[in-house]
């Protein structure tokens, strides 16, 4: 199956057209060979710059006819490669030229790395290029295919590189169809199917690969689709995929509309539930954070996603949103309000959404807290205390400014009168809000025209202008008075949101800081919300955590619990003083943190508690890799040479039967060896092997390890080991130790190199090292060495299962010494043994004297 997707980005010369296979042995080199041979007919001057067959005889055909530039040889660590000769295409220049493999590391020594690099150089040139990439070698699904495959991938290439391709092809297969060609010996050699079949190729496998492959493409199809609309200016929605989008307000209904959007979208294959909340751009709206949280979490558990907008006009923001998402239906949650609210209050935001909805589908999902809302609130909630004081207040400070402007009757005129009662009133609306204000303004109106409009202590007016006077003086009154208690509320709300914003980043700030976030954030809700105590207890009545403070002994005053609920197991449990509505909010916000550190630790302990068993797990499955084949090859030569002495058909020459006995001997005694190894490493993982110190001479152990070498004639050039201290050691273990090492360093060193091995002696210490002329080990590989069942490059099979340097590390840290690596000066690595010394320094005079000089 082909998917074709068109990127013209016009940046380059050349034009890059990618193959991208769901898996190995899709077909993709057979397609950019289809292709190829399709543009040389069209008079296309085409030539393959560097091709990888894999043996495979369709593909090879298709080479017929076509050019294929010679390949560059690098010489690398005393071997060739062949690579794409950069110089000589750039020379040639075709007019298209086909790359297989882009995510190729390059041999050094050429100009660029990666292969890629390569093919950025050819498009600059201004030559178009076919290539081919795998999906498992796209960097951002490069852990991803990992935790598929259990195999990670070592080549990758940017993701840009493959998305800038001005043209995209994918090439699928079905799981079922690809085994059978692998079955047929289409992908590779017959001897490697099994494996391959059981391993990398199983239909999980390949089903998940195949659709990392379909939803990137897709993903690219949408970036295409949104560039086309943008360039076009087209604003209308294209039906191309359900996208719910589900509107939220931090409300109690909030997980009724997700869970409804999220049934609408599973409707169709591939729908997509999308979560908005508006927030205003004062970021002074009233929404619960701690619902929020909730809610995002319920989102992301359904496989949706979760977003916050500004804006002040929800309607648009909303409806902005779904359009740039390509949604094709809003769901929104019937309005909270009552009758007489809606009515005093105009169409809310659900009518003015479906009214300017066009061709996206609404859906108005009603809810158990429909028309449960309060009427319009006239002003803040304070108090009980300073709501009285408001009213006292509108009530004395009129009367006070009449007393007052009374007494300067004859020098102030009734313009200043009504101006300063309003300023009365302004003071009365900062006091007690709104309603008090508006009690302060009609007294005020009263007496300003009882006393001070003529004919006065009358509440009849004389003139037209004094009447307007009066009306507009109340009107002025409300209204600033309305305009002082909304500034003062947003003024309050505004301070109480740096306070909780403040307290919540300092609670995620203790989260993502990880060790012992528990008690760090009971702490902090204790010490934030001023209680006397935090728990955190089971369902039970299991005390989780716990945070209190420390009381003087006369300490008195009411005392309130709080419980909320953490999760479904757990409940967080205040003690102190009664909650506001606004404190509790928040500790809603507090307690999904909460959740979530007490779920992380959860996850924390099992992950512990796996691990062990993770590593015997590994550790099994790698026993069995390895051994299955080193078992394998010394019992057959012994089977077989045994085998062919005990046949009565044939009739062996003394010469040949010395030869298979001594080729069943030599296979006896690696089987040997390799299950001594064995039986070590599993004592050494349990504990169980026991030690027998004793003071032992390393000239005396060199020589029954070299005994027990594969190669008796191996170049071993010992250095001062007769005149090194004893080292306190088992004999057999060191010898063990010895051996493996050397025959390490026997395997890797030189051709024609002898491996020295020395020895030296620094205080209590005594440091034997193994020196070879080998390639060297890189710094970043040094520790992996040492692990069970790796060799050096993980290339060859035959030298052993890897357990060689494990296990000689195991013994020395047993006996009480270390093995390390190190450099060896010139080049090749040295492997330092260090040992304690059997004899103290105070009793070695000669060594002492030698270290002094």
């Known amino acids: 199956m082909a998917r074709d997707l068109t990127h013209g980005t016009g940046t380059r010369g050349g034009r890059l057209r990618v193959y991208l296979g769901s898996a190995p042995g899709v077909g993709k080199t057979y397609r950019m060979l289809d292709e190829a041979r399709r543009r040389q007919e069209r008079g296309a001057d085409v030539v393959v710059g560097y091709i990888e067959c894999h043996g495979r005889r369709h593909t090879e055909g298709m080479l017929a006819g076509l050019e294929v530039l ?41 100009r660029h790395a990666k292969r890629w690099q390569d093919v950025e150089e050819i498009l600059a040139a201004g030559i178009d290029v076919i290539t081919t990439v795998n999906i498992q070698h796209l960097e951002s699904l490069n852990d991803v295919v990992q935790k598929i495959t259990g195999i990670p991938q070592r080549e990758t290439v940017p993701d840009e590189v493959v998305r800038r391709a001005d043209q995209i092809e994918l090439v699928d297969m079905a799981p079922q169809a690809l085994r059978r060609r692998m079955a047929h010996g289409n992908v590779y050699k017959a001897e490697k199917v099994d494996a391959a079949l059981s391993n990398y190729f199983r239909v999980g496998n390949l089903t998940a690969l ?70 205003r751009s004062d970021g002074l709206a009233g929404a619960s954070s701690g619902a929020l949280a909730q809610q995002r979490l319920l989102v992301e558990t359904l496989g949706g996603s979760y977003h916050v907008v500004v804006g002040d006009d929800i309607p648009t923001a909303l409806l902005a949103f779904a359009r740039a998402h390509d949604a094709t239906q809003l769901v929104l949650g019937t309005s909270r309000r009552g009758r007489i609210n809606r009515f005093l209050t105009g169409p809310g935001i659900g009518e003015t959404t479906v009214d300017a909805s066009e061709d996206i589908d609404v859906h108005m999902v009603t809810h158990e807290f429909t028309g449960r809302g309060r009427l319009p609130s006239l002003g803040r ?21 009449t007393v007052v402007l009374s007494q300067a009757h004859d020098t102030i005129n009734l313009t200043t009168d009504a101006l300063i009662f309003q300023l009365g009133v302004v003071i009365v609306a900062l006091l007690g809000g709104a309603v008090s204000a508006l009690l302060a303004a009609l007294f005020a109106s009263v007496l300003l025209n009882y006393y001070f409009i003529p004919p006065v202590h009358s509440l009849t007016i004389g003139e037209t202008n004094n009447i307007v006077a009066l009306v507009v003086f109340a009107a002025i009154a409300l209204a600033v008075s309305t305009v002082v208690d909304h500034a003062g509320r947003l003024t309050s709300r505004a301070a109480r949101a740096t306070a909780e914003a403040e307290t919540l980043s300092t609670l995620a700030g203790s989260v993502l800081r990880g060790a012992d976030a528990l008690p760090a954030l009971l702490e902090k809700s204790r010490t934030a919300f001023g209680m006397r105590t935090v728990a955190l207890l089971t369902r039970t009545g299991e005390v989780l955590a716990h945070s209190e403070a420390e009381l003087p002994d006369d300490s008195a005053g009411p005392v309130e619990t709080t419980e909320v609920p953490v999760g479904a197991d757990a409940v967080l449990v205040l003690t102190g003083r009664r909650l506001p509505a606004a404190d509790q909010r928040v500790l809603t916000a507090f307690a999904a943190h909460v959740g979530a550190a007490l779920e992380r630790d959860r996850l924390a302990v099992v992950a512990a508690e796996v691990e062990p068993i993770k590593a015997a797990d ?8 390895a051994v299955s084949h080193d078992l394998r090859t010394p019992l057959a030569a012994a089977l077989a040479s045994v085998g062919s002495l005990r046949s009565p058909d044939v009739e062996f020459s003394p010469e040949d039967q010395a030869e298979l006995l001594a080729t069943a001997d030599e296979s006896l005694v690696k089987l040997t060896r390799l299950v001594d190894n064995l039986l070590d490493m599993s004592r050494l993982q349990a504990g169980a092997l026991t030690l027998h110190l004793t003071e032992t001479h390393l000239d005396e152990i060199l020589p029954r390890a070299l005994d027990s070498l594969p190669d008796p004639y191996a170049p071993i050039q010992p250095l001062d080991l007769d005149t090194a201290p004893p080292v306190l050691a088992d004999p057999p273990l060191l010898e063990r130790v010895l051996a493996n090492v050397i025959t390490n360093a026997l395997r890797h060193n030189a051709p024609g190199a002898p491996v020295l091995v020395t020895a030296s002696h620094h205080a209590d210490l005594v440091e034997v090292r193994v020196i070879d002329r080998g390639p060297g080990i890189a710094p970043e590989d040094r520790d992996s060495v040492f692990l069970p069942f790796q060799r050096l490059g993980d290339t060859d099979n035959t030298t052993g299962v890897g357990l060689g340097l494990a296990l000689s590390r195991g013994l020395a840290e047993a006996m009480g010494g270390s093995l390390e690596v190190e450099d060896t000066p010139g080049g090749g690595t040295t492997m330092l043994l260090t040992l304690p010394a059997a004899v103290p320094p105070a009793t070695t005079s000669d060594f002492g004297e030698e270290l002094q000089a």
Do not use: K
Request: proline share 4%.
């Open 210 to 279: 195949r659709e990392l492959a379909l939803l990137w493409v897709a993903g690219r199809v949408d970036e295409g689709l949104r560039d086309y609309r943008a360039s076009h200016n087209i604003d209308r929605v294209w039906e191309t995929r359900e996208r719910v989008v589900v509107a939220l307000t931090g409300g109690p209904e909030g997980e009724t509309l997700i869970r409804r959007a999220a049934r609408i979208a599973d409707r169709t294959a591939g729908g997509d539930l999308i979560a908005v909340h508006v927030s």
């Open 381 to 401: 909630r304070h108090s009980r205390r300073r709501t009285i004081l408001g009213y006292l207040s509108g009530l004395a400070v009129p009367w006070l400014l």
């Open 70 to 110: 010679p390949r560059a040889h690098r010489s690398y660590r005393d071997a060739e490669f062949d690579e794409m000769d950069l110089d000589g295409l750039l020379a040639r220049r075709p007019s298209v030229v086909l790359v297989d493999e882009l995510a190729h590391t390059n041999i050094p020594g050429g």
């Open 618 to 625: 590994r550790m099994r499955t790698a026993l069995l890799a």
